[in-house]
């Protein structure tokens, strides 16, 4: 079992930065690979970033957006730099146990509440 508390969201301008955490619990989070969605509204979810043994990006973050992971705090961090009006959503943070498609929603076992990211123009 592994359990995901994201955090960080907030309101933001435009060009502005963020920092995303996701803190899970749980002896399973070192091999689990561990990804980012996001959700706007009256929008699908969509992949943002993964890592596990590689990382991966949208691309509509490469570039803006890194992933990074601290194994001793059990946390993984979405850092959000440039923003941008259409980077507003929710944002997910997702842990994937097994083998899956990294940027495929349905390969991920576990997902935290979600926080909100505001960007205005």
């Known amino acids: 079992q592994v359990q995901l508390v994201e955090s960080g969201g907030g309101l933001v301008q435009a060009g502005g930065s963020l920092r995303l955490s996701c803190a899970a619990s749980?002896?399973?989070?070192?091999?689990?690979?561990m990804g980012w969605f996001r959700q706007a509204p009256g929008k699908e979810r969509e992949f943002v970033a993964a890592?596990?043994?590689?990382?991966y990006y949208s691309d509509s973050v490469k570039g803006r957006f890194t992933i990074s992971r601290d194994y001793a705090k059990n946390t993984v961090y979405l850092q959000m730099n440039s923003l941008k009006p259409e980077d507003t959503a929710v944002y997910y943070c997702?842990?994937?146990?097994?083998?899956?498609?990294?940027?495929?929603?349905?390969?991920?076992?576990?997902w935290g509440q979600g926080t909100q990211v505001t960007v205005s123009s």
């Open positions: 890592k596990g043994s590689s990382t």
């Open positions: 997702a842990a994937r146990i097994g083998i899956g498609t990294y940027y495929y929603s349905a390969s991920y076992d576990y």
């Open positions: 749980g002896r399973t989070f070192s091999s689990s690979a």
